[in-house]
């Protein structure tokens, strides 16, 4: 079996990706992964998988058709020169423009279709920007979802949403998973380090990802703590939504925090943290949220969708309000308050990250759930 993998940042393929390709690759299927930068880390990351690394620029965030159209194209070209049997797409515009593009061959792949979170026209939806980027998106979903063999959520909220809007067609097959997963060999837990004690976030350089509230929560605690650090780790993101960077700039230069803009050594990062935060606004299943769990260290994340049925409040980590720097320097204040409390809450999370987000086990699931709608679209076709 053949299978294409589009993704919207090419390190993806190998960071969120890279078990349910290398579980392919281990059942004797070919993979292609197909992302937007020609990165040579992912290149060297997806060979060491055993799958083939294409690049296909696109604009994430622009609502320019043209550019949109041109990625149709060109996905479509190369679905048409290897002729897949599945094609496996996540984030809105693989899974909307790139599964449309599987539909104008003449004989068109199973389709599998990952939502990992509602994102940006989603989140918030004020403003003639985002209502059309709403609007657009609810309409693509709306297309691609009848051409669709098998659609994954990554939490309930987010089927619900999309139930409760229409957009699914009659007898699609739809299925929530809990998490992709995360490797616990790869992520293992160690002591928590509490000199200095060390604040954590690992995320795209996105308003939504809460990145102003972790900034400001830091301030907060630095009055009282001066000594402890927070750390930023992710790429700066050109679209409407990026966090500013000469706002960062400028928690930098007043010592309030660290920025990190990019790591191949991420476990090393949860190693020397304390805690990790991740104060979003709406994820679907948050993979960094898992990792650092993985690793033995306790969360405070937010009540939103995706956070809150990923980490339970009091055992494993700490859940506080969206959106409020206060209550988020007031969780960071009390876990400064008692070492023995983080311990506890990092064992359990370990735990936690044992029972539900085991990536070997997840990877079956979804590869078994591709090589199914891969028979009935067959047998579909016979008829």
């Given amino acids: 079996?053949?299978?294409?993998?589009?993704?919207?940042?090419?390190?993806?393929?190998?960071?969120?990706?890279?078990?349910?390709?290398?579980?392919?690759?281990?059942?004797?299927?070919?993979?292609?992964?197909?992302?937007?930068e020609n990165d040579a880390w992912t290149a060297q990351g997806l060979r060491a998988l055993g799958a083939t690394f294409v690049v296909i620029p696109m604009a994430r965030a622009s609502l320019n058709p043209f550019g949109d159209v041109v990625y149709m194209m060109r996905v479509s070209r190369l679905l048409s020169l290897h002729r897949p049997h599945a094609v496996i797409t996540f984030t809105h515009k693989p899974n909307t423009i790139g599964a449309l593009a599987s539909v104008c061959l003449g004989h068109h792949p199973a389709i599998v279709q990952l939502v990992e979170g509602l994102g940006y026209s989603f989140i918030d939806v004020d403003g003639f920007r985002k209502h059309l980027a709403n609007l657009i998106t609810r309409l693509l979903y709306r297309v691609s979802f009848r051409f669709s063999s098998h659609v994954l959520f990554l939490n309930e909220s987010d089927r619900q949403i999309f139930e409760s809007a229409g957009l699914f067609p009659p007898q699609l097959s739809v299925e929530v998973l809990d998490g992709i997963g995360i490797d616990l060999e790869r992520f293992s837990p160690t002591p928590v380090p509490f000199r200095p004690f060390t604040f954590l976030i690992v995320a795209r350089l996105l308003r939504t990802k809460g990145l102003a509230e972790f900034c400001l929560a830091a301030k907060q605690v630095k009055v009282r703590y001066p000594e402890v650090c927070f750390v930023i780790v992710g790429a700066p993101d050109p679209s409407r939504d990026g966090f500013s960077l000469l706002d960062l700039q400028q928690y930098q230069d007043e010592g309030t925090v660290r920025w990190i803009e990019q790591t191949n050594d991420i476990e090393r990062l949860y190693r020397e943290c304390s805690v990790y935060v991740l104060p979003s606004y709406r994820e679907g299943a948050p993979v960094t949220v898992m990792e650092a769990m993985a690793s033995g260290r306790p969360v405070i994340t937010t009540d939103v969708p995706g956070c809150r049925t990923t980490v339970t409040h009091g055992y494993d980590g700490i859940i506080v309000p969206p959106k409020d720097p206060e209550a988020l320097a007031g969780a960071m204040l009390d876990l400064l308050s008692s070492p023995a409390r983080v311990r506890e809450l990092g064992a359990a999370a370990r735990m936690t990250a044992e029972r539900r987000f085991d990536s070997r086990r997840q990877s079956r699931h979804q590869v078994a759930a591709v090589e199914v709608a891969v028979h009935r679209r067959m047998m579909a076709t016979k008829r």
């Fill in 1 to 36: 079996m053949k299978v294409v993998i589009l993704g919207n940042y090419s390190r993806n393929l190998v960071v969120f990706r890279g078990a349910v390709i290398r579980e392919l690759v281990d059942r004797g299927h070919e993979v292609i992964a197909v992302g937007p």
